[in-house]
């Protein structure tokens, strides 16, 4: 019924820059909050940012000041730039969405397949 598809990881030097992208897709009734979460071997899944339908943005202390997210409410994306990028942002990133599929229902939280992010020092 819904699909999060991410696009945009890699491999990368410490100090370059990324750019997440997550497309939704299907039954889309309302979009609410979408952002990104990471996990990292051995680690528990964190929030890195996340920004609501009016455009309020949160974001993780470890990663303000060089992640931005955004969102295209058009095109039904949300982004990730990732600058100033280090060995410990290593991780899966997972694109998360809290979605409205029709009137008849309540909001849900969705989540993509994930996307790898490796940061060689």
């Known amino acids: 019924q819904v699909q999060l598809v991410e696009s945009g990881g890699g491999l990368v030097q410490a100090g370059g820059s990324l750019r997440l992208s997550c497309a939704a897709s299907g039954r889309l009734f309302s979009i609410n909050c979408m952002g990104w979460y990471r996990q990292a071997p051995g680690k528990q899944r964190e929030l890195v940012a996340n920004?609501?339908?009016?455009?309020?943005?949160n974001y993780a202390d470890s990663v303000k000041g060089r992640f931005t997210i955004s969102r295209d409410n058009a095109k039904i994306t949300v982004y990730l730039q990732m600058n100033s990028l280090k060995p410990e942002d290593t991780a899966v990133y997972y694109c998360?969405?809290?979605?409205?599929?029709?009137?008849?229902?309540?909001?849900?939280?969705?989540w993509g397949q994930g996307t790898q992010v490796t940061v060689s020092s």
């Open positions: 998360n969405a809290n979605i409205r599929t029709s009137w008849r229902q309540v909001s849900a939280d969705y």
């Open positions: 920004i609501t339908s009016g455009s309020t943005t």
